[in-house]
């Protein structure tokens, strides 16, 4: 039994370089083409975010001396490659699925409308949604709460390297502690930055649940689909 029938999952675009320094390691695409196709199987319609942090980070660039803007196109062409890998890996293991550009490129993807994504998501295709909102100064957090919530998914997913949220960065302090669930209001007044406010907000605004778990453990995402409680639940 699935617990969301309709979710938007929001990978990390540096969760995607495995072990590497910088790209994408095959090895972690195909684990999470493989733990999608299992919860597609289930028929669980799923639309996707792939950030583009293993390429290239707007702001990132602006520190170097980069044209922030510039350099935000540059991080959204970024999530536009990671999409196109994972939609390979997907059709590779025989996963139907479709890249949306939110920034006019036809061929490499068509252009993003909410009614077309839709229809491709009642056509139990994984609809891949890249170039984040199309924007510079956004995230691609900000850009799957934007999709998350014009798709109306049940749930948004944010899959990464940590486990939940904890009252501090887990990976700079190793006496953080787990967040089972927590609302909106408390990620505010503790401050916490697992996802920038603005991405925060919308879903806030929109009632839009988020669940943080570990997507680079096999098997994490279906667990999720069917309710166990492995990460932090996030809601209003
Ligand atoms: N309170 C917190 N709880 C959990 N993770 C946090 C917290 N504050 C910051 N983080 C960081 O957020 C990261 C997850 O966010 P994500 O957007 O997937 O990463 P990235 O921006 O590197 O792609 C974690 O790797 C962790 O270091
Ligand atoms: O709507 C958007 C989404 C992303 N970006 C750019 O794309 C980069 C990559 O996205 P992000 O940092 O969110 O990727 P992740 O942290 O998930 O790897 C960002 O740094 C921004 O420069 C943008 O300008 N507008």
């Known amino acids: 039994m699935v617990k969301y029938n309709r979710v938007l999952l929001k990978l990390s675009g540096e969760s995607l370089m495995g072990d590497q320094q910088y790209g994408i390691d095959s090895q972690r695409l195909n684990d999470y083409a493989e733990q999608i196709k299992e919860i597609a199987n ?3 319609q799923v639309g996707i975010v792939i950030g583009g942090g293993n390429i290239f980070r707007g702001l990132s660039g602006a520190a170097k001396g980069f044209d922030r803007v510039k350099g935000d196109s540059m991080g959204m062409l970024a999530t536009v490659i990671n999409s196109l890998a994972l939609n390979s890996a997907l059709e590779a293991i025989d996963c139907k699925s479709c890249v949306l550009t939110a920034i006019r490129m036809e061929p490499i993807g068509e252009f993003y409308a909410k009614q077309k994504a839709l229809d491709y998501l009642d056509k139990g295709y994984v609809t891949i949604f890249s170039a984040g909102t199309g924007n510079p100064y956004f995230t691609t957090d900000t850009g799957s709460s ?4 014009e798709m109306e998914a049940d ?3 944010k899959g990464t390297r940590v486990d939940g949220i904890y009252t501090a960065d887990p990976e700079k302090d190793p006496k953080a502690s787990k967040f089972e669930s927590i609302t909106f209001d408390e990620i505010y007044n503790k401050n916490l930055r697992i996802m920038d406010l603005t991405a925060t907000t919308m879903c ?3 009632d839009l649940s988020i669940i943080v778990f570990d997507m680079d453990t096999k098997g994490n995402l279906k667990k999720v689909i069917e309710g166990e409680n492995i990460g932090t639940l996030v809601h209003n």
Not at 146 to 149: A, M, S
Request: charged share 25%; net charge positive.
């Open 155 to 157: 749930v948004m997913l």
């Open 204 to 206: 806030k605004e929109n």
């Open 42 to 44: 289930l028929g669980v």
């Open 146 to 149: 934007l999709r998350g919530i």
